[in-house]
């Protein structure tokens, strides 16, 4: 396949199309709105295409030994189930659906852990996932990228 | 004029048919989130002219906010009984959608401006932040028993918080997105549950941009489309996350408070930064909801529209705000 320009690249220049040549063109406000927010959505969306595969793979691997770590110590029938299913999930692939699919049921098992975590009272287990969840959200932040609201 | 006006004209030869109104001009009003809104001006045959508001629902399947429009223009004829906060006069309402193309209430368009353009204008804004206060403090005690009977009235201030709690699980469980941190946040607020006040009327969408002043007369609270009965404190949570300039919360929050716990007799251990920031979680629930269920409706064959992938950027933005809520509560 074609490697450069990178996916991200190639939404970008769509970005840089969208402000400067076609934006100016629009006396519409409601369409000046609507290609403003298509813009944002488009930057946002480029910053996901460059690094979203390797950001879940090593959120996904950070929760799964979360969940290892809460079992050893809280094991509990839910948790249980739940680390098997996302074992029983495409661990290799990386083709984006899979990818998805496994960190979603990552995640449940997280809830699941935090839940035996919380259960039992253990200070230590639900500080550390304070701080995936730190983690988690630093990332959003960096898709969000210049988020501003519009249009209130 | 768009398509609106000739149908607009047409409900006004139904509901006014000796009146002859003619349509002379009508424009959208941009900027909602989540109701379609228009300006229309009429002119009756014995040369009368009058301005309306139109505020109806989006195409079904479009947008990202829902709200029921029969509860709202019940609730906007209740009002002007139950409580002396002064809301826009409702004229007509079209309950079917038959006239105006989708649900639509018609009222009267006010000669005034928002408590928001004139915020942003003024060299002192301490006098129009306390008429802020005073009239969602004004809201908040609404008789409950004057409102509509279709609104839920919760038992007592435990249940409703425990039900908004029990939403945040179903929500959770519903959009594995989220569930992570709304795992974490709702245990969380079940752990630290503040003081509890009178459940009261909550707008739901408390900000200056929602009160309307003029020349003279009181000021007029408008978008009432998620007002409901819970903890008034919801309003003030709601107000602080708003991003239009200037927010008069941040501006002085104690002075704030202070203003608010005069008007409504709450006390310190009930009204203060902690328990407004804890009530931002709680007051977000349904909107946040809404906010998840629109980004899961992208990619299917009815999609719903630009707003609910931009939109996407505030789910995140409301992870990090709960987080950094119980991390600054804990």
């Known amino acids: 396949m074609i490697t450069r320009p990178t996916t991200d690249a190639l939404i970008v220049d769509c970005c840089r199309e969208l402000t400067d040549a076609i934006l100016p063109g629009l006396t519409d406000e409601t369409l000046r709105l609507r290609l403003v927010m298509t813009e944002t959505v488009l ?8 690094h979203e595969i390797a950001w879940m793979r090593e959120e996904t691997a950070a929760l799964v030994a979360y969940a290892a770590a809460v079992a050893a110590r809280h094991p509990s029938e839910p948790l249980r189930a739940a680390m098997t299913t996302v074992e029983a999930s495409a661990a290799a692939s990386l083709h984006l659906a899979d990818v998805v ?52 | 004029m768009d398509a609106l006006g000739p149908r607009f004209e047409r409900f006004l030869a139904a509901v006014e048919p000796a009146r002859e109104g003619r349509v002379v001009a009508c424009e959208a009003i941009t900027g909602g989130y989540s109701r379609i809104s228009a300006r229309a001006r009429v002119r009756w045959r014995d040369g009368v002219e009058e301005t309306f508001i139109l505020r109806g629902d989006p195409p079904p399947g479009s947008g990202v906010f829902t709200s029921d429009r029969d509860a709202e223009a019940e609730l906007l004829g209740a009002l002007p009984a139950a409580t002396s906060v002064s809301t826009p006069r409702v004229r007509w309402y079209d309950g079917s959608g038959e ?103 909550v707008h739901g969408d408390c900000n200056p941009t929602n009160v309307l002043v003029g020349p003279s007369g009181p000021p007029l609270v408008i978008d009432w489309e998620f007002a409901r009965i819970g903890d008034p404190r919801e309003d003030l949570g709601y107000y602080t996350q708003s991003p239009v300039q200037p927010n008069v919360y941040w501006a002085d929050p104690e002075r704030f408070l202070d203003r608010y716990r005069a008007a409504t007799g709450l006390t310190q251990e009930q009204v203060n930064p902690q328990t407004v920031d804890y009530f931002l979680i709680i007051g977000m629930a349904a909107l946040l909801e809404q906010l998840l269920t629109a980004a899961a409706a992208i990619g299917a064959a009815e999609r719903p529209g630009i707003l609910a992938p931009y939109l996407i950027n505030a789910i995140s933005h409301q992870h990090d705000m709960f987080l950094a809520i119980c991390d600054r509560l804990s």
Not at chain 2, 157 to 180: F, K, M, N, Q, T
């Open chain 1, 43 to 50: 930057r946002n969306a480029a910053v996901r295409a460059a």
């Open chain 1, 101 to 152: 699919d496994r960190y979603e049921k990552a995640g449940q098992a997280f809830e699941k852990a935090l839940t035996a975590a919380q259960g039992a009272g253990s200070a230590d287990l639900i500080a550390q996932a304070r701080e995936l969840l730190r983690d988690r959200v630093e990332i959003e932040k960096r898709v969000m990228a210049t988020y501003t609201i519009v249009g209130r």
């Open chain 2, 99 to 201: 006239h105006l193309g989708s649900k639509a209430i018609v009222m009267d368009c006010a000669p005034a401006v928002s408590l928001q353009d004139e915020m942003a204008r003024a060299q002192d804004i301490g006098p129009l932040t306390d008429l802020f206060i005073d009239t969602f403090a004004a809201v908040h005690a609404t008789p409950l028993d004057r409102l509509p009977a279709r609104m839920p009235h919760p038992p007592d201030w435990l249940s409703y918080l425990d039900g908004v709690l029990a939403g945040y699980d179903r929500i959770a469980g519903e959009h594995p997105g989220s569930a992570p941190v709304l795992g974490y946040v709702t245990w969380w607020a079940r752990t630290h549950k503040p003081p509890p006040v009178p459940l009261g009327l």
